[in-house]
């Protein structure tokens, strides 16, 4: 695991915490929960079981290093399944995400947070434009990557909390520098979206602004 919250410390909120890691990463299935070894036990693909045990073991290590060690990770149903954790009684935020090989996660003891992030190689029709591009944007993010500007879009969407009720489409996004911009969500809320490149992935944290 990679605890990078320093590395873009000056993009990110001070209470943003962020690591990465490979999935397969070697952690024991002791770290688990007797809840979440019955979860494991119950997923019946090996590529699944990997991708649960490194996200775990990322988080409550990332927690750990953070302070918060013993920090049980939960789901809120009735929202969508937008996961969250709990820490001597206190709601933290969290939010996760993973390619074929890496999994992300950003923590946060109290400000909303989506991440997202995908290869920086990754091969995508330009068509998807179309789908993910809102009309008044289309001059401003034409010029960038179409997986970049997919990241974007996709940590927003984390950070709303619905899935895919959203269009990615309807959100638009203003750039206020080459890697920050904001977008007002259907809640009106004011978000920020931090966008960069690490180990040849694009990385993208969004959060509420206050």
């Given at each position: 695991m990679e605890n990078i919250t320093a590395k873009y410390c000056s993009l990110l909120p001070s209470d943003l915490n962020i690591a990465i890691g490979e999935i397969g990463s070697t952690f024991s299935e002791e770290l688990l929960s007797s809840i979440e070894q019955t979860e494991y036990q119950n997923l019946q693909h090996r590529r699944r079981r990997d991708e649960f045990l490194s996200t775990r073991g990322i988080i409550k290590e990332l927690a750990g290093r953070s302070g918060w060690k013993g920090l049980r990770l939960k789901s809120t149903k009735m929202r969508f399944g937008k996961p969250y954790g709990v820490y001597n009684n206190q709601r933290f935020e969290l939010s996760l995400a993973h390619t074929n090989e890496?999994?992300?996660?950003?923590?946060?003891?109290?400000?909303?947070?989506?991440?997202?992030?995908?290869?920086?190689?990754?091969?995508v029709t330009e068509r998807l434009r179309d789908r993910i591009l809102h009309?008044?944007?289309?001059?401003?993010?034409?010029?960038?990557?179409?997986?970049?500007?997919?990241?974007?879009?996709?940590?927003?969407?984390?950070?709303?909390?619905?899935?895919?009720?959203?269009?990615?489409?309807?959100?638009?996004?203003?750039?206020?520098?080459?890697?920050?911009?904001?977008?007002?969500?259907?809640?009106?809320?004011?978000?920020?979206?931090?966008?960069?490149?690490?180990?040849?992935?694009?990385?993208?944290?969004a959060y509420y602004q206050n």
């Open positions: 890496k999994v992300i996660c950003v923590l946060s003891p109290g400000l909303p947070v989506g991440i997202d992030i995908e290869p920086e190689d990754r091969s009309a008044e944007e289309r001059a401003l993010l034409q010029d960038q990557p179409l997986i970049r500007v997919w990241t974007l879009k996709e940590s927003l969407v984390k950070l709303n909390g619905r899935g895919l009720r959203t269009n990615l489409n309807e959100i638009k996004i203003q750039r206020l520098n080459p890697r920050v911009f904001s977008a007002v969500l259907g809640d009106d809320k004011s978000a920020r979206i931090c966008s960069f490149r690490h180990q040849k992935h694009w990385i993208a944290v």
